[in-house]
């Protein structure tokens, strides 16, 4: 519920910023505003996690994002819309979702045995990725009735899952509450540091992703290239999630049991292929079928480093550890849209992805040479 409402409420704003600025670069914006707090808050955040009730700190995440959207709601119904008071809305859920992302991620491994964490993840991508499709497809269509209607579902949702998240019962073990101390807020950063397997598949995804972020140019694609409305955005930002929905599907049923670190590389460089085909594509078809291409692909290295990150670390650092995960997938996310706008506003939209494709490309091929561990990684099993 969480991910649908953000999913929605990511498919408002970006067309609502377009209809205001019809600016590349002030959609780029929008992926900094989420950011920023992200980045600032995230040695805070970790800490947080492992000291505190991880599904009690979801929760109040949430009731905070269903109030943000509330807001612009009301901002919605009474006509005082903006582009500031959208950017300061994505600031705020930023900030939230710095908090949720590790603490959610970190309740993961206390679910289930380690021998069945691969095909826990690939479950729990694909059911993020199932609400990742519902997002946007209702955002798009919700948001052709009016954006009073997606922003009020979008509260709801929010709320939603504040209540679903606070009814999960778990037997946590208690965990030792360390002294707030600047050694113990960087730990995590140490932590990753002397694991080069995790350091590496981290940095992938990060300039991988960072370089590929085409889905922040959507909305322009959308509009002035392949000349569709609300509904074709809300399809085509559904697509990656539909490809990626089945690539978890079937890790899921079939995991990679050996030359993990090999299927690592050789689906960043297919997410690169893929996103050079759809910046070449002006057929709304073709488009699809790419961006499906590319969440399939991507969701290869979400399996593999989640599953890396949470069976090499102990239960007691999952919070800081998952806080740096998720500061390395909000920069990859949101200030690689931030790039995407920046560059399509210099060279055009179109040119700004193929540069993306080509240069996801390049650093696997360089990561490949950087990082031999992670290369030769076999398996996934605990």
């Given at each position: 519920?969480?991910?649908?409402a ?36 995230t ?11 991880r ?37 705020i ?5 710095a ?10 491994p ?17 059911a ?15 948001y ?19 209540v679903l998240v606070?009814s999960?019962?778990i037997?946590?073990a ?11 807020l ?48 809300g ?33 960043v ?11 070449l ?20 290295s ?12 102990p239960?007691e650092?999952?919070g ?23 560059t ?5 939209a ?9 240069g ?5 091929m ?17």
């Amino acid at each position: 519920m969480s991910s649908v409402a953000f999913q929605m409420m990511s498919v408002a704003i970006g067309w609502q910023i377009y209809s205001i600025t019809h600016s590349a670069f002030a959609l780029g914006l929008v992926g900094l505003a989420q950011f920023l707090p992200m980045f600032v808050l995230t040695l805070v955040v970790g800490h947080v996690a492992d000291r505190y009730d991880r599904r009690t700190i979801a929760f109040v995440c949430q009731m905070i994002e269903g109030v943000a959207a509330l807001v612009l709601c009301v901002g919605a119904w009474h006509g005082w819309q903006s582009a500031g008071l959208i950017y300061a809305i994505a600031m705020i859920t930023g900030a939230a979702r710095a908090f949720e992302s590790p603490s959610m991620a970190a309740l993961l491994p206390n679910l289930i045995p380690r021998t069945q964490l691969q095909h826990a993840t690939a479950w729990s991508t694909s059911a993020n990725q199932t609400a990742q499709i519902l997002g946007p497809a209702l955002g798009g269509l919700l948001y052709g009735i009016g954006a009073l209607s997606v922003y009020g579902v979008v509260a709801c949702a929010f709320l939603a899952a504040g209540v679903l998240v606070a009814s999960i019962r778990i037997d946590e073990a208690v965990r030792m509450r360390a002294p707030l101390s600047f050694e113990a807020l960087f730990s995590g950063i140490a932590f990753i540091r002397r694991k080069p397997v995790i350091l590496g598949a981290l940095s992938l995804d990060l300039f991988a992703v960072l370089l590929g972020g085409a889905t922040a140019l959507l909305p322009v694609f959308a509009h002035d290239i392949l000349h569709t409305g609300p509904w074709g955005l809300g399809v085509l930002r559904a697509a990656p999630a539909a490809g990626a929905l089945a690539g978890s599907i079937w890790l899921a049923h079939f995991p990679l049991r050996q030359r993990a670190g090999t299927a690592l590389f050789a689906g960043v460089i297919a997410f690169g292929l893929a996103t050079i085909v759809f910046g070449l594509s002006t057929n709304i078809y073709l488009s699809m079928v790419s961006l499906a291409a590319l969440g399939a692909s991507d969701v290869i290295s979400v399996v593999v480093r989640m599953s890396l990150v949470q069976l090499q670390t102990p239960d007691e650092m999952r919070g800081r550890v998952g806080a740096i995960n998720s500061l390395f997938i909000g920069t990859s996310n949101q200030l690689g849209e931030f790039e995407s706008g920046m560059t399509a506003g210099l060279f055009g939209a179109v040119p700004a992805v193929l540069i993306g494709g080509l240069g996801t490309i390049a650093v696997a091929m360089l990561w490949i040479r950087l990082f031999p561990a992670l290369r030769a990684t076999r398996s996934l099993e605990g």
